[in-house]
């Protein structure tokens, strides 16, 4: 029993060292371990408060931003209403400027037909820059008024004055 005995008590110790080296292994330091998740968290949580408070001066600027061009827009609302109205007339005016054009270009065209001038562009550019044209439209002046004396007078009926736009009419003058 003696060498029973022995042999326990060198199990006993064998599994007592063996207990121990495997025990260092799974003893885990807790703290030591998890410091740099436990930093790591708190750098995150600083930059997240910092970037709170830059959101919300942010946020706090562009209320004020706003509210001051709010006051600003409607300080300025009827002079922005104002313009627009002019603008409005300006349209008219132009509109009216092109229907009077077109109506005075007839009656241009009309007149030349009448007398008998140079009706296209190239004619009259063609009259402008021959000086011979001077010389020829005064003769052919002196021998249509002669002709006219031996027949009888053309009866020429007054000459009616378009319609023009005045601006008076769109725009207060007394502004």
Not at 71 to 96: G, N, T, Y
Not at 112 to 123: F, K, N
Not at 136 to 148: G, L
Request: aromatic fraction near 6%; charge should be negative.
């Amino acid at each position: 029993m003696s060498n029973n005995k022995m042999q326990m008590n060198v199990n006993d110790k064998m599994i007592e060292e063996t207990a121990k080296d495997y025990a260092a292994y799974l003893q885990v330091n807790l703290p030591s371990q998890t410091r740099g998740v436990h930093e790591a968290v708190d750098e995150m949580l600083i930059r997240l408060e910092e970037f709170e408070s830059i959101v919300g001066m942010v946020q706090n600027l562009r209320a004020e931003c706003t509210f001051e061009h709010l006051v600003r827009f409607r300080s300025v609302h009827p002079a922005l209403m104002e313009l627009c109205k002019r603008i409005d007339a300006l349209e008219h005016v132009v509109a009216r400027a092109s229907i009077d054009l077109v109506s005075l270009e007839a009656a241009v065209e009309a007149a030349e037909a009448e007398l008998g001038a140079s009706t296209t562009v190239s004619d009259r550019l063609f009259g402008i820059f021959n000086p011979l044209s001077l010389f020829k439209s005064k003769n052919q002046e002196t021998t249509a008024a002669s002709s006219s004396t031996t027949q009888e007078p053309s009866r020429q009926e007054p000459f009616v004055l378009p319609t023009i736009y005045k601006t008076e009419d769109a725009f207060n003058t007394s502004q």
